[in-house]
């Protein structure tokens, strides 16, 4: 799939794979039914929350990358871009193609760039969370468990598409490595 340029941030090119906009409906319908059938909140607020929910997604798949440009950008190897749409609802950074080979405590570091700035997130939302008033407390409540759940805490989790699996693989890596003396 061809993904199209929709402009730069922090000087990131930054594209769109058309999955994303079927992802960014399910997403809405998703967050909607949970808050109409889960949570009870009437049908039309449940709507407006589920599509601010789906645009917050999105939001913090953006913030997820740019935590990975600022770590990668520190080591000296930067990124190019975020393509948004991978999978339907995640983020893919984008490298040099010609970037040479890389000692894995770099990608170790790049790779814990973005679960850094959403943890950060998820401790300003646990804090400021008190404030949200009414419905828009769950909306509160999404943004953090998601920054939590789905953008920190996976480091701990290695898959083979996410930062634990980044982490993990060149943890093995680096071990295997004989040590120069």
């Given at each position: 799939m061809k993904a199209f340029h929709v402009g730069r941030l922090s000087g990131l090119q930054i594209k769109v794979l058309p999955l994303a906009f079927f992802g960014t409906l399910i997403l809405w319908i998703g967050f909607s039914v949970v808050s109409f059938y889960g949570i009870r909140i009437a049908f039309s607020e449940s709507v407006l929350l589920g599509f601010i929910a789906?645009?917050?997604h999105w939001t913090f798949e953006l913030v997820h990358g740019l935590g990975h440009a600022i770590?990668?950008?520190?080591?000296?190897?930067?990124?190019t871009g975020i393509t948004l749409g991978a999978l339907a609802i995640f983020a893919l950074t984008v490298y040099p193609?010609?970037?040479?080979?890389l000692p894995p405590s770099i990608h170790i570091r790049r790779a814990l760039g973005g679960p850094i700035i959403n943890g950060l997130l998820s401790i300003a939302f646990f804090l400021l969370l008190?404030?949200?008033r009414g419905n828009w407390y769950w909306l509160g409540m999404f943004a953090l468990f998601e920054n939590l759940f789905v953008?920190?805490?996976?480091?701990?989790?290695?898959?083979s598409f996410n930062d634990g699996g980044t982490i993990w693989r060149n943890l093995r890596r680096k071990s295997l490595t004989p040590n120069p003396k």
């Open positions: 789906a645009l917050l770590a990668s950008k520190q080591t000296g190897y930067p990124m193609s010609d970037e040479p080979e008190p404030l949200w953008y920190t805490l996976q480091v701990f989790l290695p898959l």
